[in-house]
């Protein structure tokens, strides 16, 4: 028997929860070029075992599915079938949960790859290299990184192909908001400024100072100090001032740029913002203008929903690739070696453990 299901386009993860929240003791792992052997192995297309799903007619094969599981648990110590049937009972999952999430994942990857494809876009070995070597510095060594990818389960490989899905969705999303990486690096910067601007170490400081002082301190004491907070208060707002005049000039540059593109706009409009400031805050309700409102505030409310509105359009652009898609994912074969039986509670006695715990706490 086969099913149809159509899938929301989404990354594959570096690692699948289920396993991720294992909490099995980890062990440095000695990190190796991918072999041609852990190639074929990964080969996402090698059906030699099998069809688990196909993807517009592209077949996705099962060997990939079966090799993610077996490495997975090899890793986490969980290869005998005992262990491998405590863990998903604790979990409360079946081998055909964890194999039907598998293959949404390296679903939802193709549908990535051929959206990419018939729109012209590429990702290059250099993209993928660079992307790695991003990841891996967040680490600060090679020991780090190997413990990490023992702890997830994950070869080099696994994660280059991670990456390089990730980027073609990334490209996917500017093609889609008229948007380029620049921009995206241009707002990061413009509200990092406001928020430094905003943010006065002396001035927090000197508050912290101010709680601090006894109850015995003197009326000058106190006076002294408010007037260095007052000072430092109105250094902060100066600053503000001066780093919102040079975010608006950035702003407008960038405005300039789309409509020399011809690219759609989608930046908050004013009534948007004070739509939400208004909504979010029963104060301010009566509010006809943003007129008084921080900058800083207005400004990140912006943000907010400008990233929501390039969000929606993206989703718009895929719909029309998902909605036209044929995902079919086929029954698991015979004789899959991570399918075993396991015994979980029923959804009524889920929901009395549930109910029972409930009463505990507000008894």
């Known amino acids: 028997m086969k099913k149809t299901k159509l899938v929301l386009c989404a990354a594959l993860a570096a690692s699948l929860s289920v396993f991720a929240l294992s909490g099995c003791q980890q062990q440095e792992a000695q990190i190796e ?16 075992e099998g069809v688990a799903a196909t993807v517009n007619g592209v077949e996705l094969g099962e060997k990939a599915v079966t090799a993610y599981v077996d490495s997975r648990r090899e890793a986490f110590g969980m290869a005998d079938d005992e262990s491998w049937k405590t863990y998903l009972e604790q979990m409360q999952t079946t081998p055909e949960e964890l194999r039907n999430q598998i293959i949404d994942q390296y679903v939802s990857n193709e549908e990535i790859r051929q ?15 660079k992307s790695v070597a991003d990841l891996k510095e967040q680490y600060g060594n090679e020991s780090s990184w190997r413990i990490y990818l023992k702890q997830t389960g994950q070869t080099e490989y696994d994660v280059r192909e991670t990456q390089r899905i990730s980027l073609l969705n990334r490209k996917l999303y500017y093609l889609a908001t008229g948007s380029n990486e620049l921009e995206g690096l241009i707002s990061q910067i ?19 100072e101010q709680q601090a002082l006894p109850e015995d301190a003197s009326q000058e004491q106190k006076d002294e100090l408010q007037a260095k ?4 208060q109105t250094k902060a707002q100066d600053n503000l001032k001066s780093a919102q005049e040079l975010v608006d000039l950035i702003d407008a540059g960038v405005a300039k740029m789309k409509e020399a593109m011809g690219a759609e ?22 509010l006809d203008s943003l007129e008084g409102i921080p900058a800083t505030i207005v400004s990140y409310v912006r943000s907010q929903i400008t990233d929501d509105n390039k969000t929606k359009a993206y989703q718009e652009f895929m719909s029309k690739y998902l909605d036209d898609a044929t995902v079919v994912v086929n029954d698991a074969p015979d004789g899959l070696t991570y399918f ?17 715990d409930a009463t505990a706490v507000v008894e």
């Open 340 to 356: 075993i039986e396991v015994t979980l509670p029923a959804d009524d006695e889920i929901a009395s453990d549930d109910a029972a």
């Open 33 to 48: 070029e991918p072999s041609d052997t852990v190639r074929a192995v990964y080969d996402v297309y090698d059906t030699s």
């Open 190 to 208: 413009t509200s990092q400024m406001l928020s430094s601007a905003a943010t006065s170490d002396e001035l927090t400081a000197l508050q912290e």
């Open 115 to 129: 959206a990419a494809a018939a729109n012209g876009i590429e990702v290059t070995d250099e993209e993928v290299d």
């Open 265 to 286: 706009i989608y930046d908050a409009t004013d009534e948007e913002v004070l739509a939400f400031i208004k909504q979010t805050d029963e104060s301010l309700a009566q």
């Open 229 to 232: 907070i007052d000072a430092a």
